[in-house]
């Protein structure tokens, strides 16, 4: 098994495998800083995604915090639903985030939380790529 330094070098698909043997294993998140230099981006046709962190912490059953660099027009999937909470913040350029149905216009420095279970979704409405973080867990 690979020490948990390794995971942050790891792409996005790889890492996210990782969280269940890490979990099992009995392995937290170790506590570091980790720059932009140490993750590994994946191109998709939405956009860049960047996973700097993922698996158990000493609070929470699983978490990850990412980032991603979404084209204009673009949207990284349909709305969806899952069984973590979730946080994105967005840092740069102009959207829309659904939550439960409800549109949202979103720029720089606007902020959604999202409960776990609940629909929810963000779609590039600007000309530029948007930037955004997510934080997402389940305890």
Same mark, same amino acid.
């Given at each position: ?56 912490? *000493?609070? +929470?059953?699983?978490? @990850? =915090? %990412? #980032? ?8 990284? /999937? ?22 439960? *149905?409800? +549109?949202?216009?979103? @720029? =720089? %420095? #606007? ?8 629909? /929810? ?19």
């Amino acid at each position: 098994m690979p020490a948990r330094r390794d995971l942050f070098k790891m792409g996005a698909a790889s890492a996210l495998a990782m969280v269940a043997r890490l979990h099992a294993a009995g392995l937290k998140l170790p506590s570091t800083v980790v720059g932009p230099d140490q993750t590994t981006i994946t191109r998709e046709p939405f956009g860049d995604l960047a996973i700097y962190f993922s698996g158990p912490t *000493g609070q +929470v059953e699983s978490m @990850t =915090a %990412g #980032s991603l660099r979404l084209k204009p027009g673009m949207s990284p /999937h349909a709305p969806h639903e899952h069984p973590e909470e979730e946080f994105m913040v967005i840092t740069e350029g102009a959207g829309e985030i659904s939550v439960n *149905g409800k +549109v949202t216009n979103v @720029t =720089a %420095g #606007s902020m959604m939380y999202c409960a776990a279970g609940k629909l /929810h979704g963000i779609v590039n409405t600007g000309k530029d790529p948007l930037m955004f973080y997510f934080y997402k867990w389940k305890a």
